[in-house]
């Protein structure tokens, strides 16, 4: 039986994910021949798809990394006029006072006022500034 899927109005993912499907449908056909095991064209398939994921991985952070610079930089200057991008220094707490009153109880505290998790780490406060907008 023949059959083919005719997608109307697809999204992007759907296109994407279809794509994928097509090209491991050629793979398949291309390597099935006889004395091939399904577990060889399996082991064929999931290793394309593994790559295919690597690769797909790396632009995701490259483009995260080029986001979060972009969001989280300050502009500056050197001698020659030309501005260079650098990431900002976070400080939730400059002093000890400024903890939240709840971690007093050596509790996990979110703080989304300072964007920061505050930990108990062997008796002592350990905040992690949070990028995360909310």
């Known amino acids: 039986m023949i059959a083919r899927t005719y997608l109307i109005n697809p999204n992007k993912s759907q296109e994407k994910n279809y ?55 300050e502009s500056t200057g050197d001698q020659n006029g030309v501005t260079q991008k650098k990431f900002k220094r976070f400080k939730s707490y400059k002093r000890d006072n400024q903890f939240p009153s709840r971690v007093k109880d050596l509790v996990i505290v979110v703080d989304q006022k300072a964007a920061t998790v505050v930990l108990p780490i062997m008796g002592r406060l350990v905040p992690f500034h949070n990028c995360l907008s909310y």
């Open 19 to 73: 794509q994928l499907l097509l090209g491991i449908h050629e793979t398949i056909i291309q390597e099935a021949q006889e004395g091939v095991t399904v577990k060889d064209l399996y082991t064929q398939v999931d290793e394309g798809a593994e790559a295919r994921r690597r690769e797909h991985q790396k632009e995701l952070a490259r483009k995260k990394q080029s986001e979060s610079l972009e969001r989280y930089s």
